[in-house]
């Protein structure tokens, strides 16, 4: 696609809810982040895959949040028994084709993420 | 842990003025530095990316400086318009996530 695609845009869940936020990158993109930001935050980091491999999960802040990408391409990041502090914008990021550092990040709009 | 710290938090400028944003970062061993624009309810769109052994770079009225032994960057942006006003996050990385500053937050008035 032209661009980092994410789905819901807007989702309110009531306390205790399961939530599921997906990511569809850039075609071809191997490495794909997502990120949690609060309301005037920075993004903070929660955890990256290459292709289907997750290889840095030490950003997730608790076990409720589980994130996965079966096929390496489409991501989703599931969140169980909402509470109110996950409330926030999660946006997912992916870059390039190879696994160079010195390569941009490209961003997705965010899933707006508000907890009842 | 590295932090990531950017200076002032907001700024309002008339059009037409020359504006500096100061990013600065703990850690030095960084592969690069990216700045970024987040228009409200939007995600983030890369604006510059200076690797870690280049000192500057360049794209239209933007100019990115790199001090990586003193732990800065700035962002000039020259002869600003309304449609600059947004969010300018300053992020640091390269194969670690990258780790954002909290952002500054420009208005230009026209």
């Known amino acids: 696609g032209a661009g980092v695609s994410q789905s819901p845009r807007y989702k309110v869940a009531k306390r205790g809810q399961d939530v599921a936020l997906r990511c569809d990158p850039i075609?071809?993109?191997?490495?794909l982040f997502w990120y949690q930001q609060a309301l005037g935050q920075g993004p903070e980091f929660l955890t990256y895959?290459?292709?289907?491999?997750?290889?840095?999960k030490s950003g997730l802040p608790s076990d409720r949040f589980f994130a996965e990408r079966p096929e390496g391409s489409v991501s989703t990041l599931k969140i169980q028994r909402t509470q109110q502090e996950d409330s926030a914008v999660y946006l997912c990021a992916t870059r390039g084709t190879g696994v160079t550092t010195n390569e941009k990040l490209f961003f997705g709009s965010g899933t707006q993420l508000s907890v009842l | 842990k590295q932090e990531v710290t950017q200076i002032p938090a907001a700024l309002s400028v008339p059009e037409g003025e020359n504006l500096v944003l100061n990013c600065s970062f703990t850690?030095?061993?960084?592969?690069?530095l990216q700045w970024f624009r987040q228009d409200p309810g939007k995600g983030l769109t890369s604006l510059l990316l200076i690797q870690s052994s280049q000192r500057e770079q360049t794209s239209g009225r933007l100019n990115a400086s790199l001090d990586k032994s003193s732990g800065r960057s700035t962002l000039y942006i020259a002869a600003s318009q309304p449609g600059d006003s947004a969010t300018y996050l300053c992020a640091v990385g390269g194969n670690t996530p990258l780790v954002f500053g909290k952002g500054t937050r420009l208005s230009v008035i026209a």
């Open positions: 850690d030095s061993a960084i592969y690069n």
């Open positions: 075609s071809g993109h191997v490495s």
């Open positions: 895959f290459q292709n289907e491999a997750q290889l840095d």
